[in-house]
T-cell receptor, first 107, second 116 residues
Framework: RKEVEQDPGPFNVPEGATVAFNCTYS??????FFWYRQDCRKEPKLLMS???SGNEDGRFTAQLNRASQYISLLIRDSKLSDSATYLC????????FGAGTTVTVRA | DTGVSQDPRHKITKRGQNVTFRCDPI?????LYWYRQTLGQGPEFLTY????????KSRLLSDRFSAERPKGSFSTLEIQRTEQGDSAMYLC??????????????FGSGTRLTVV
C-alpha cells in the first residue's frame, strides 16, 4: 500500500465553482500534513498546512480526519490561476507525497 | 540567500554516461533531501542528510546512485551508467530541524534529466 493515496482527478471546473478532493495516508502515527501546489514543470510549493481542527486560508479549506486517516482540500470560487496539480503530503521527518490531483479551471 | 539552488537546470545525456547534480541549500538549514519525480507522479524520496551525515536511503536509490554532503553544506547526487528509466526531475529540498521540530521545507527548482 502506498504511503499516500490521492484522488487523481482530473477535475475540470468552471470559474467560480467549488472543487474538493481527498487523500488517505497509511501511517496512523503521522502527525503533520500539508497540501502543496505544483505548476507544470515547476517545483512543489507549500499551499497550506493541515490541522486537526480544520483550517482555512482564503478560498482554500483543509480538513483532517485522523480516525479515517483522510485529508481533504476544498477550493471555493475557483480562479483560472488555481489550475495546477495539488499534492497531498505527509511529514514524518521526511515528506511523503501523493501522486497529485490535477485541477483545471476553465473560463 | 535566495533559497535552494540546483545546478544544472537541464541535463541531456547518453545512456551509459555518468551525471552529477549539485544542490546548494539555504545556508542555515541542517537537513537536505533529494527527491525524484517522473511524469504523472508525486516526488519520491531518495535520501536525506542531517548536516554531513546521510541518515536514510530509499530502496529506489540503486547502487548506481550516490549522494554526498561532504561539509554539511552543498550536496551532490551522482548517477553512474545512466539508463533511460533515470529520466526524471531531480528535486532537492532543505529544512531546519531543531529539538525535533521542523521549521519548513524549501524546494529547489530541480534538475531535469533526459537520458537518450
Amino acid at each position: 500500500r502506498k504511503e499516500v493515496e490521492q484522488d487523481p482527478g482530473p477535475f475540470n471546473v468552471p470559474e467560480g465553482a467549488t472543487v474538493a478532493f481527498n487523500c488517505t495516508y497509511s501511517n496512523s502515527a503521522s502527525q503533520s500534513f500539508f497540501w502543496y501546489r505544483q505548476d507544470c514543470r515547476k517545483e512543489p510549493k507549500l499551499l497550506m498546512s493541515v490541522y486537526s481542527s480544520g483550517n482555512e486560508d482564503g478560498r482554500f479549506t483543509a480538513q483532517l480526519n485522523r480516525a479515517s486517516q483522510y485529508i481533504s482540500l476544498l477550493i471555493r470560487d475557483s480562479k483560472l490561476s488555481d489550475s495546477a496539480t495539488y499534492l497531498c503530503v505527509v511529514n514524518d521527518y521526511k515528506l511523503s507525497f501523493g501522486a497529485g490531483t490535477t485541477v483545471t479551471v476553465r473560463a | 540567500d535566495t533559497g535552494v539552488s540546483q545546478d544544472p537546470r537541464h541535463k541531456i545525456t547518453k545512456r551509459g554516461q555518468n551525471v552529477t547534480f549539485r544542490c546548494d541549500p539555504i545556508s542555515e538549514h541542517n537537513r537536505l533531501y533529494w527527491y525524484r519525480q517522473t511524469l504523472g507522479q508525486g516526488p519520491e524520496f531518495l535520501t536525506y542528510f542531517q548536516n554531513e551525515a546521510q541518515l536514510e536511503k530509499s530502496r529506489l536509490l540503486s547502487d548506481r546512485f550516490s549522494a554526498e554532503r561532504p561539509k554539511g553544506s552543498f550536496s551532490t547526487l551522482e548517477i553512474q551508467r545512466t539508463e533511460q528509466g533515470d529520466s526524471a526531475m531531480y528535486l532537492c529540498a532543505s529544512s531546519l530541524v531543531r529539538t525535533g521540530a521542523n521549521y519548513g521545507y524549501t524546494f529547489g527548482s530541480g534538475t531535469r534529466l533526459t537520458v537518450v
